[in-house]
């Protein structure tokens, strides 16, 4: 099984500060999905990011894929309270199956 | 066009008791899948069921099994029930088989064993 890991597994910042978040493994990916996930609710997809290198961007957040494809980075400029969620990445495994890290945990206190 | 849904959205079982949890795919999605999440264990692989069979499996006890009907609806059972079954149980439908980049999950079902 390959393993994601994100860090931080907590951050709690003030609206209108930046973050980043991050997902790494030691395995390539042949694409990697970010999801939202709130109180109560299944998880959002936000982006999936196939190519090495990829950047994209979706309104205040900021999604990045390594060179490698092992690992990504979501970025998040001037947090607002309705960024507030666990964020999951997921890579497909050979098996088909999508694996999920255990999400960052992200509180953005008005 | 209505998303997936899932019930009962909420259960309380008894230890070594059964349950059937039920989701209902966006209309015209032929895949169904099975997740559990826990604090501990994260979001993990129950299984996956297209066209009434199951396609694919995760490394989880024989006391969960599912099933798929034609109308593409699928439940899961968890018989004997454990203090560790307590989590939230995902559903997520797709178009296809062996899509699991293009799925949409349910608000789940969260079953609390005591």
């Known amino acids: 099984t390959q393993l994601l890991e994100q860090s931080p597994q907590f951050l709690s910042i003030q609206e209108g500060e930046n973050l980043t978040v991050y997902c790494n493994s030691s395995s390539v990916f042949s694409s990697l999905q970010w999801y939202r996930q709130e109180p109560g609710e299944g998880p959002v997809l936000l982006v999936t990011v196939v190519t090495g290198g990829e950047v994209k961007k979706l309104k205040r957040l900021t999604f990045q894929f390594g060179d490698a494809r092992k690992d990504s980075s979501l970025h998040i400029t001037a947090a607002q309270p309705g960024d507030t969620g666990l964020y999951l990445c997921?890579?497909?495994?050979?098996?088909?199956?999508?694996?999920f890290g255990k999400g960052n945990q992200v509180v953005v206190i008005p | 066009k209505a998303g997936v849904t899932q019930t009962p959205r909420y259960l309380i079982k008894t230890r070594g008791q059964q349950v059937t949890l039920s989701c209902s795919p966006i209309?015209?999605?032929?895949?169904v899948s099975w997740y559990q999440q826990t604090p501990g264990q994260g979001l993990q692989f129950l299984f996956e069921?297209?066209?009434?069979?199951?396609?694919n499996k995760g490394n989880f006890p024989g006391r969960f099994s599912g099933r798929q009907f034609s109308n593409s609806r699928s439940e899961m059972n968890v018989s004997t029930l454990e203090l560790g079954d307590s989590a939230l149980y995902l559903c997520?439908?797709?178009?296809?088989?062996?899509?699991?980049?293009?799925?949409?999950f349910g608000p789940g079902t969260r079953l609390t064993v005591t």
């Open positions: 997921a890579g497909v495994e050979g098996n088909n199956r999508l694996a």
């Open positions: 069921y297209f066209s009434e069979t199951q396609r």
């Open positions: 209309s015209g999605h032929r895949s």
């Open positions: 997520a439908s797709s178009l296809a088989q062996g899509a699991p980049d293009e799925q949409y």
